[in-house]
């Protein structure tokens, strides 16, 4: 059994659209009138044909719009959201409105993405590990006990590696310089 457009002046209207939109999806209007006579039989070919002709007209092309076929239709957003049908407007509903609704809902998706996200990257982490629990004292403590032992400067004897010079500790420095405050200045003749 095959769906059939009623036998009324709306079914009429109801014809005239669709040839509108089958012929705003390039289809001609011959295929049109073929296609109506279909799914309305007791349409004549040749009334059929007309409904094309008129459809293909300027002012019904106009009319083709998601607010103005939806207003046609007398397409009430519950129906729309049940049939999913998402490119034809609601008749009940502002355009204003719609468009609220539209930038909650991306912003709704956009937060479920970014969460999404988070989720991810805290799952790929390692789990953070803290020095103080492994060694079972308060946080405060282990960075107060991690202040007291700073790291001192390491004097050593060492040969330094870049200057090729040997490094002398601070007790020699200090000993030779004050050898040579000491020694007498050479007299130049």
Same mark, same amino acid.
């Given at each position: 059994?095959?769906? *059939?457009?009623?036998?009324?002046?709306?079914?009429?209207?109801?014809?005239?659209?669709?040839?509108?939109?089958?012929?705003?999806?390039?289809?001609?209007?011959?295929?049109?009138?073929?296609?109506?006579?279909?799914?309305?039989?007791?349409?004549?070919?040749?009334?059929?044909?007309?409904?094309? *002709?008129?459809?293909?007209?300027?002012?019904?092309?106009?009319?083709?719009?998601?607010?103005?076929?939806?207003?046609?239709?007398?397409?009430?957003?519950?129906?729309?959201?049940?049939?999913?049908?998402?490119?034809?407007?609601? +008749?009940?509903?502002?355009?204003?409105?719609?468009?609220?609704r539209?930038?909650?809902?991306d912003?709704?998706?956009?937060?479920?993405?970014?969460?999404?996200?988070?989720?991810?990257?805290?799952?790929?982490?390692?789990?953070?590990?803290?020095?103080?629990?492994?060694?079972?004292?308060?946080?405060?403590?282990?960075?107060?006990?991690?202040?007291?032992? +700073?790291?001192?400067?390491?004097?050593?004897?060492d040969?330094?590696?870049?200057?090729?010079?040997?490094?002398?500790?601070?007790?020699?420095?200090?000993?030779?310089e004050?050898?040579?405050?000491?020694?007498?200045?050479?007299?130049?003749?």
């Open positions: 059994m095959t769906w *059939t457009f009623p036998d009324d002046d709306a079914g009429r209207d109801d014809v005239l659209l669709y040839c509108a939109v089958r012929l705003s999806a390039g289809v001609s209007p011959a295929a049109a009138s073929r296609e109506v006579v279909r799914f309305a039989p007791w349409l004549s070919e040749e009334e059929a044909a007309a409904l094309a *002709t008129r459809a293909a007209s300027e002012r019904e092309q106009k009319e083709l719009t998601a607010e103005g076929i939806g207003q046609r239709l007398n397409l009430r957003n519950e129906t729309r959201v049940r049939l999913s049908i998402n490119t034809i407007a609601p +008749a009940d509903i502002s355009p204003e409105e719609r468009a609220a539209r930038k909650a809902r912003a709704a998706s956009a937060r479920a993405r970014r969460a999404m996200k988070r989720a991810a990257a805290i799952a790929d982490r390692p789990p953070k590990v803290e020095p103080w629990t492994e060694i079972g004292i308060s946080r405060r403590t282990y960075f107060r006990r991690k202040a007291k032992v +700073a790291l001192k400067p390491v004097v050593s004897n040969i330094d590696i870049y200057s090729r010079r040997e490094k002398v500790p601070r007790e020699r420095r200090r000993q030779s004050t050898d040579k405050r000491h020694e007498s200045p050479a007299t130049v003749h």
